[in-house]
């Protein structure tokens, strides 16, 4: 009933840029925080960004901070996560999740995630 899909993801080359999209269904999308996270084999889940209902607080990770740009269209019930200059490094299994309105790049804050899409940036 309440689902989240990402969607957008595939092979980039270094430098390039994706914009990858988080729609939802079956909840009251605008009342939810909304983040984005990715997962590289080995390696721990790693939270990116995070947008708040109102759409004007962002906060971002180090990692990706000028890089990546998220926002949300609340009459769509959809997050976009912009990505540029993308680097190898960036390669992982990218999330978006719902949580609450104190969530932001705590995993363990959220309460509904989306199946992941693969993005791999190699040349």
């Known amino acids: 009933q309440l689902q989240l899909a990402e969607s957008g993801g595939g092979l980039v080359q270094p430098g390039g840029s994706l914009r990858l999209s988080c729609a939802a269904s079956?909840?009251?999308?605008?009342?939810?925080?909304i983040g984005w996270f990715r997962q590289a084999p080995g390696k721990e889940r790693e939270g990116l960004s995070c947008?708040?209902?109102?759409?004007?607080?962002?906060t971002y990770a180090d990692s990706v901070k000028g890089r990546f740009t998220i926002s949300r269209d609340n009459a769509k019930n959809t997050v976009y996560l912009q990505m540029n200059s993308l680097k190898p490094e960036d390669t992982a299994v990218y999330y978006c999740?719902?949580?609450?309105?104190?969530?932001?790049?705590?995993?363990?804050?959220?309460?509904?995630w989306g199946q992941g899409t693969q993005v791999t940036v190699s040349s």
């Open positions: 999740a719902a949580g609450g309105l104190s969530a932001c790049r705590q995993w363990y804050a959220y309460e509904y």
């Open positions: 079956g909840f009251t999308f605008n009342s939810y925080t």
């Open positions: 947008i708040k209902t109102s759409g004007i607080n962002t």
